[in-house]
């Protein structure tokens, strides 16, 4: 069973529309979260990290919570632009950082 | 800071063949550097850890014989697809982690190579 949760598997928006991203994990003990946007044929693309501390992290339209209680985070995007249309992966560290659990991806596709 | 490139960015050979790939860090030593295969739709799979000097460490089920990892210098590490085969067409991407990783140990991803084995 995948350690790393993510819903919805895909999703289409309308440009200028808001979305969140959900992400489950049973990862522990647990170092940090990322968040990662991934285009088509790319590598992932750091967008937030956060510590068990931190609960909420910007980047631009890109808003990350954390809930190491329950062990969910989401991924917010405010004003979706075209652009955004991407995988975005979840990844949660495991054992202090020398190995990484990755989700499948939240397939976030932006329309006109 | 902290950029990760990757060449080829696409590579296409014949079943048998051997294929290199090279995975740089360009604005920091990377201590040590990850190589990943990522399937259609699927997560990012860990193939083998290379610390710079020494042996990688792969993965359960990923064939060392198969899949050479050179890490000769704090800035380059190689993957050689030998003998490939359709089954070894993939998108495969590296990471790297050094002295800027700062709190967050963290690791940057290159842009990937798609390798496709006729």
Redesign the interface.
Known sequence: K?Q?EQSPQSLIILEGKNCTLQCNYTVSPF??L?W?KQDT??????LT?M?FSENTKSNGRYTATLDADTKQSSLHITASQLSDSASY?CVV?VN??N??A????N?VVVIP | GAV?S?HPSWVICKSGTSVKIECRSLDFQATTMFWYRQFP??????MATSNEGSKATYEQGVEKDKFLINHASLTLSTLTVTSAHPEDSS?Y?CSARGGVAGA?????????T?LTVL
């Not at chain 1, 044929?41 to 750091?46: A, K, L, N």
């Open positions: 995948n790393v170092s940090n990322r990662y044929g790319r590598g992932p693309v750091s990290i510590t992966i560290s202090g950082n190995r990484l990755f989700g499948k991806g397939q | 990760v990757q739709k699927q997560s990012l799979m860990l998108f991407i967050y140990n963290e690791q940057f991803f290159g842009p990937g798609r």
